[in-house]
């Protein structure tokens, strides 16, 4: 309890946001593997990533929102979809700029076929023009999660019931033959959501016995090793990720220069995985200009750290000193 209560300080779940910078820093390196990587490399490893930032975003959406007395607020249900569509409008502007950039990697060279699969199961998994496809998931999640207050405010276990709805959905288009991702990532949001119900001192019991929570992740590695990863082992991948890098979050350490940065990173986590993609692709056509040999993947691995961590440091202080900026970045992205 007492973890709890300086985790609590300042209004905000300080090892909450620890782990949300922390998956910013592993985005780095996924994204990073995908612009100066071979195409062939097995993600396997890494697959947890976007769905986790789907699973923390519906654990927040519970914490914050239906598990408040004033769940079934009106004005709540409004600010989630008003959310929602920023960030497909945001997912549009960003992909339409990309087009304008980058040749051939726009939302028209796809074909309409191929974007109305992006809205509807997702996009394919060797699809690689659109950007920041993570932005569609989350904004469904939000709509859902929006539809579900007032229900929830008369049946208490309406997150449950959808839960079962979206697993058995996944199931069957499973023996049919077909994946959607996009139902995956908002069923794994639910779940997330799910888990937002659990008091704060019981998740922080959890991972207490770490050397129990290294041998599962052992055993789920070994899991992913032999079976590739399905549905079922990425949710355990992601729970068991999540709850690693949050144990760490807790952990009762002298708060240095690198842990607060990751915690800042957190509070920006959306406006640092947007920038992160922007600096990899200005990387990914400017060194590849430049003669540096081997050691392209060296500085262009540093270069898309660093520049990802002071491009939201520069934020951060900017934001605080004008109030133009930061009502601009409330209005994208709060």
């Known amino acids: 309890m007492e973890t709890t209560r300086k985790a609590l300080k300042g209004g905000r779940i300080a090892a909450l946001d620890f782990t949300k910078g922390a998956l910013v820093l ?20 890494l ?8 699973f923390i ?9 239906l598990s408040a007395p004033g769940a079934a607020d009106a004005r709540v249900s409004l600010r989630l979809v008003t959310r929602a569509l920023k960030l497909l409008l945001i997912f549009a502007v960003l992909n ?9 990697g726009g939302l028209a060279d ?51 019931l959808c839960c079962a709805v979206l697993l058995a959905s996944i199931a069957a288009l499973s023996l049919a033959g077909v994946q959607s991702q996009n139902l995956e990532f908002v069923t794994i949001g ?52 999540l709850l690693v890098i949050y144990r760490v979050g807790i952990a009762d350490v002298k708060e240095d220069w690198l842990r607060r940065h990751v915690i800042l990173l957190g509070k920006y986590s959306l406006f640092g995985y947007i920038a992160q993609i922007a600096i990899l692709q200005v990387l990914s ?16 691995f540093l270069l898309a750290f660093a520049l990802t961590m002071i491009t939201v440091e520069v934020v951060h202080r900017v934001k605080a000193r004008s109030i133009v900026v930061d009502r601009l970045y409330k209005a994208a992205f709060a």
């Open 110 to 160: 796809i074909g309409a076929a191929n974007l109305l699969n992006v809205f509807t199961i997702g996009p394919a998994p060797t699809e690689k023009v659109i950007s920041f496809y993570i932005l569609i998931p989350i904004s469904y999640l939000l709509v859902l999660s929006a539809a579900l207050l007032f229900p929830h405010r008369v049946f208490r276990h309406v997150v449950h």
């Open 96 to 104: 339409i700029v990309r087009a304008a950039i980058v040749p051939g």
């Open 285 to 300: 056509s400017g060194l590849r200009r430049v003669d540096l040999g081997s050691s392209v993947f060296e500085i262009s």
């Open 190 to 241: 639910m779940l997330g959501a799910l888990a937002g119900f659990v008091p704060l001192a019981k998740i922080n019991a959890l991972g207490r016995p770490f050397f129990l929570l290294a041998l599962a992740y052992i055993c789920y590695v070994a899991a992913i090793t032999a079976w590739n990863t399905p549905f079922a082992l990425l949710v355990v991948g992601v729970c068991l990720t």
């Open 47 to 54: 697959r947890f990533l976007p769905p986790s930032f789907i």
């Open 57 to 65: 975003t519906g654990f927040l959406i519970s914490h914050q929102y």
């Open 26 to 45: 592993l985005m780095v390196l996924y994204h990073w593997l995908n612009y100066f990587a071979r195409p062939d490399l097995d993600y396997r490893y």
